[in-house]
């Protein structure tokens, strides 16, 4: 079944405020009347600074985290509300950096996940394992426990505005990418176990994301497979002149 390519580029902690600025305006231009889907994830600091920059254009803006909880006593976190108030469309969260470094849980995830659908919010949910489960076997299993975790309480409706990113951490940042016949194999994992979880229509429906050094040269073969519907891209995204030739394919 076709479904829309998805690229979306988290910027993760970089650029300067006029850096953002600039490569929002850039993105704007050279993807005007482009028909794929498109977000990027800009530092929660310059979120209100893009936003008037991709406010009513084909690309959606998006958070790198939000909180679980609605506004209130909270030092530090961002809400839904917050975001939503500035033009916020989406929001990435899973991701591995997040887990592995901050320490967020499955659980908290799924409570950050539940509050952004339940508040209008698109959801990127990322997933994947890390080299040592790949290793033992286990990149499945990991891949199962970190949607059934992840999804819980998820309606199949609120599955329309999901998207899942599976980032293998060991692909991230390093240069290394999954085969695209390796990949294709986990995402159609993915894909079918979403079908459990939900329907087989749930599961066709569903854009699933590659994310782990995806660049021009390698993406047209990630995206040639079947069950291989976008992209989530992170170094390749901090330049209009790598992340477009992405977007375009
Ligand atoms: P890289 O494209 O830099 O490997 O990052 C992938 C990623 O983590 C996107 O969320």
Request: aromatic residues 6%; proline residues 3%; hydrophobic residues 45%.
């Amino acid at each position: 079944m076709a479904r829309t390519h998805y690229i979306a580029g988290n910027w993760k902690m970089n650029t300067s405020k006029a850096e953002a600025v600039a490569l929002a305006k850039d993105l704007v231009e050279q993807l005007k009347g482009k028909s794929n889907k498109y977000m990027i994830g800009v530092p929660f600091v310059y979120l209100d600074a893009v936003a008037q920059v991709v406010k009513g254009t084909n690309i959606l803006l998006g958070a790198q985290d939000v909180a679980a909880t609605p506004n209130g006593a909270h030092t530090g976190e961002v809400s839904t509300e917050m975001l939503k108030d500035i033009g916020v469309q989406s929001v990435i969260l899973g991701h591995s950096e997040r887990r592995h470094e901050i320490g967020e849980s499955d659980e908290l995830i799924n409570k950050k996940v539940r509050r952004a659908l339940n508040e209008g919010l698109e959801v990127v949910l990322c997933i994947g394992e890390l080299l040592a489960e790949r290793e033992a076997g286990e990149a499945e299993n990991v891949c199962a426990f970190q949607l059934s975790a992840g999804l819980a309480g998820v309606t199949a409706e609120q599955m329309k505005k999901v998207t899942i990113a599976y980032e293998p951490v060991w692909a991230i940042g390093t240069g290394k990418t999954a085969t695209p016949e390796d990949a294709q194999a986990i995402h159609k994992f993915c894909r079918d176990y979403i079908a459990k979880l939900y329907s087989q229509a749930v599961a066709d429906e569903v854009i699933i994301q590659y994310g782990g050094s995806m660049k021009a040269s390698n993406a047209p073969e990630l995206l040639a497979q079947p069950d291989i519907d976008g992209g989530l891209i992170g170094g390749a995204a901090l330049k209009a002149e790598t992340f477009v030739p992405i977007c375009v394919i």
